[in-house]
């Protein structure tokens, strides 16, 4: 297996990052009666995997729940990148913080980025077609 170049690694880990979140949005739309229920966000992929010094990685701490900290009311990761959202404008009577008009526009700015990283995606294949002679178009 050839190695990814790392544009195209970056543009890969961004493209299944909004999959992630549009998948999540989802959830969250289809709950926005759902009492109690709180609305989840997929955390931003981390710049520092992207980034490579003499081969060391830079990495996030990673925190695991001890049961002290969960009798403290520590709440345990909801899955692989997936968090409660923290820019919630209201919360309903009966728990629910799901905002249909919040979720709505990141279900925009969400098609935005993946417009622009198609756009990025496709001048990449072109400039590597234009510099092995087969074409850029």
């Known amino acids: 297996m050839r190695d990814v170049p790392p ?3 970056g543009i890969q880990t961004r493209m299944r990052n909004l999959s992630d979140r549009q998948n999540v949005i989802a959830q969250n739309i289809a709950n926005s009666e759902t009492p ?3 609305a989840r ?3 931003e992929p981390s ?3 992207l980034v490579r010094s003499g081969g060391i990685a830079v990495a996030k701490p990673q925190v695991q729940l001890t049961d002290a900290m969960k009798g403290l009311g520590a709440i ?3 899955g692989a990148g997936v ?3 923290k820019d919630i404008s209201e919360t309903k009577p009966d728990g629910n ?3 249909l008009e919040d979720q709505l526009l990141k279900m925009g700015q969400i098609q935005a980025d993946f417009t622009a990283m198609t756009s ?3 001048k990449q294949i072109s400039m590597m077609k234009t510099a092995l002679g087969k074409g850029g178009n």
Request: charged share 15%; net charge neutral.
């Open 41 to 43: 966000e997929v955390s």
């Open 120 to 122: 990025l995606y496709r």
């Open 76 to 78: 345990q990761p909801i």
């Open 7 to 9: 544009l195209m690694a």
């Open 97 to 99: 913080n799901v905002t």
């Open 36 to 38: 109690g229920y709180k």
């Open 47 to 49: 710049f520092a995997g």
């Open 83 to 85: 968090v409660f959202d």
